[in-house]
Antibody
Framework: QVQLVQSGAEVKKPGASVKVSCKLS????????IQWVRQAPGKGLEWMGG????????IYAQNFQGRVTMTEDSPTDTAYMELSSLRPEDTAVYYC?????????????WGQGTLVTVSS | DIQMTQSPSSLSASVGDRVTITCRAS??????LNWYQQKAGKAPKVLIY???SLQSGVPSRFSGSGSGTDFTLTIATLHPEDFALYYC?????????FGQGTKLEMK
């Protein structure tokens, strides 16, 4: 059974960076891909980026380019999402999700989410 | 970016009703569309991928249709556990995008 377990909640000040981890079990990172989605309080889902099998590379959403870095550590089957220059509007729950499929892709399963609060 | 617009934004219905949610893309996306369900305080869960393929384990009362720019998610007979938020997502463009969501509430 595939499971993604994310790191705990974070509180950061504006201008700081946050690094969220996502540990995969039941699959290895070498045989799977991870994408990231966030959800501000009371708002909808926002795709942040990740590895796109159909493109064969990591793609970042234009809204986050220059501020986000997504990495993977294969020996520990852990993916990371680091967001820098944080502002209050980055307060959100951040989700990692496993990518299924190659040409047609979908996200399943998802991690439990990590709340990141940006406040002075 | 491809914009995804869902309608309605909210919907009141009763157990046993047939419900349809629509998702429109700002340009053709072929069949590159997924539907997700999200319950309060939980992560989203995929229901339909590639516009009409039912994800394993998802009840058959859920179905998806459409191609090009217009897509629908249909729940044939509403069950109590179906009251939730629903999102469409396109993956035709490398810049994947979600619709704004549809809240399905109990009447």
């Amino acid at each position: 059974q595939v499971q993604l377990v994310q790191s705990g909640a974070e509180v950061k000040k504006p201008g700081a960076s946050v690094k969220v981890s996502c540990k995969l079990s039941g699959f290895t990172l070498t045989e799977s891909s991870i994408q990231w989605v966030r959800q501000a309080p009371g708002k909808g889902l926002e795709w942040m980026g990740g590895f796109l099998p159909e493109e064969g590379e990591t793609i970042y959403a234009q809204n986050f380019q220059g501020r986000v870095t997504m990495t993977e550590d294969s020996p520990t089957d852990t993916a990371y999402m680091e967001l820098s220059s944080l502002r209050p509007e980055d307060t959100a729950v951040y989700y990692c999700a496993m990518v299924r499929g190659v040409i047609n892709t979908w996200l399943d399963p998802w991690g439990q989410g990590t709340l990141v609060t940006v406040s002075s | 970016d491809i914009q995804m617009t869902q309608s309605p934004s909210s919907l009141s219905a009763s157990v046993g009703d047939r419900v349809t949610i629509t998702c429109r893309a700002s340009q053709s996306i072929s069949s590159s569309l997924n539907w997700y369900q999200q319950k309060a305080g939980k992560a989203p869960k995929v229901l339909i991928y590639a516009a009409s393929s039912l994800q394993s384990g998802v009840p058959s009362r859920f179905s998806g249709s459409g191609s090009g720019t217009d897509f629908t998610l249909t729940i044939a007979t509403l069950h109590p556990e179906d009251f939730a938020l629903y999102y469409c997502q396109q993956y035709y463009s490398p810049q994947h995008t979600f619709g704004q969501g549809t809240k399905l509430e109990m009447k």
